[in-house]
Each structure stands twice: as C-alpha cells, then as structure tokens.
C-alpha cells in the first residue's frame, strides 16, 4: 500500500470506528420513551414557545407524550403544535388555587365536559387529591364521565385516595403518578394484582435506586415481573424540570438499562402505545 493509500484506509477506519461508537453510544442512551408525565404549565408558554418544547422533548428522543398543564389550555396548546406526539390529558382543575378544592366543586361536572368538546382529550389528570377528599360526590361524577368518554385517569395521591380511587373505578385505567411516591410496595403489589387497569408512572418515586444509582433488588424484581404495568415520566412541573430534561431523561435510562431487553421496551414505549393507541 502506497503512504497516500495507507492514509485513505486510515482515515476510513477511524471514520468507521466513530460512526460506530456514536451508533452504540445513541442505542445505549437514547432509547426511545414515551413519557406519561409532561405538563406545559403558563409560566413555560413564552419562554418556551409550543415548538421548542415539542423540539427539546423530540431531541431527548421522547417520540410521544401524555400532557396536562394548569391551565388545561397549555395541554390543548401543545397538542396542535403535534397531534401526533401529543396525548392531551384533561386536568380538573384551571388554577393552583384551585387544586385545594376542585374535588368538591359542584362546577366540576360542567368544567369537565365543556372541555372534552374543545379537544380529543384520552384522560383526566394528573389531578391531585388525597386521603377522604377522593371520597366525594364530585369525583363520582368524574369517574362517571370517564367512564362515559373512555377515559384514563391519572391521580397525584396517597395510599388511602388510591384506595378509594380504586374502590370507586375497578373497570378503569388508574395510573398512579409518581407509584404513590414513599407508598410500600406491599401495596403496589397488591393493587397490580387486584386491578387489571391500574399502571404505575415512576417519576420521583422513591426508593427504587440504591446509593449508586441502581435499581435495588426489590424493584429489579418488582419492574421485571409486571414490566407491562409500569410507565416513565419526567414531569416537568416546573421551568427548571424543563432546563434539567437532559439530565432526567439520562437518569431514567440509566436505571431502565439494568432490566431485560423486553421489560425495557414494555416500560420505555409499550405500555403507554397499548394505553393510548393512535
Ligand atoms: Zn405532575
């Protein structure tokens, strides 16, 4: 071989070796997730036009997205800027003052269902309630138009709101935002076994990771054995969950490495496309 040639075979080889340590290095960090916890709150709509956060979530590989936001507007918002990523959740509630006591509003009924004529809504949520204030005549009314309109719902609650969440809806699809966040998992045991519809979203959810940032046994276990009822969030509840989306969808892959292939696939993307089905 001629030096020029050797040069050529050279440069080839390294070019060759870095497409594929990019190929290995995006398969290993960047597998794809459709993500069951995004909110496009107010405060995001100016510094974060519809367009770059639909971009910033695409970048992140995030190819679909359940989405709900105070006010519910910012859902609807999102959602025309990408029907087809955008899964757009219908929260009860169009205020943070309004959180403390939407579930025993009388004008629920009515705020629920002039909202699902604006917008093909798939779920109520992420709404939040605990302990007895689930236990309200107005969250049956909801539980009734979900019923009606075939919809998820998606609850921010403690055991006991779960309970009676659960007690209320047997025959809907309950997902459990942030797995009740310190709730034993005795209990998250239980409920996948008892309720056919009940998922559990991961976000924040403490507990599952040991000082090194690995799964602990227990959720190793835990995410194999019912890896089709399990669904990842980033939540971004707030600007700098949006700034640190990054580091969040690179911490949520890290632990999600350390499963079977087929529980990966199952809690990263297939489980919210058997959900919401497009
Ligand atoms: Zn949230």
Known sequence: MTDSGRVK??????????LF??????????????????????DMWRSLPAADAIKMLKDQNIQRALVSATPTEGAAILYRQDP?????????????????????????KSYLLAHLKKLPYRGIGEFHVFGKNADTQQIEQMIDIARQYQLALHAHT??????????????????????GGDVDEKYLHEFLNQYPGFYIELSLRERMLDGNEELTAQWRKLLTQYSQRFLLGM???????????????????????QLPEDAIADIARDNLERLFPK
Do not use: C
């Open 9 to 18: 075979f050279l440069k080839r080889l390294i070019f060759s070796i870095m």
């Open 235 to 257: 939540d971004t509840y707030k600007p700098t969950r949006w700034a640190e989306l990054p580091e969040t969808a690179s911490e949520t892959r890290h632990w999600l490495s």
């Open 158 to 179: 403690d055991l006991e709101g779960m309970q009676i969440l659960l007690n209320k809806a047997p025959d809907l699809v309950i997902i459990w935002a942030h797995g």
């Open 21 to 42: 340590a990019l190929g290995t290095a995006l398969a290993d960090e960047k597998i794809e997730i459709h993500d069951a916890h995004i909110h496009y709150d107010q």
């Open 84 to 108: 087809d990523m955008v899964i757009p959740m219908l929260r009860p509630y169009d205020s943070w003052r309004h959180r403390y006591f939407w579930h025993k509003d009388p004008a629920l």
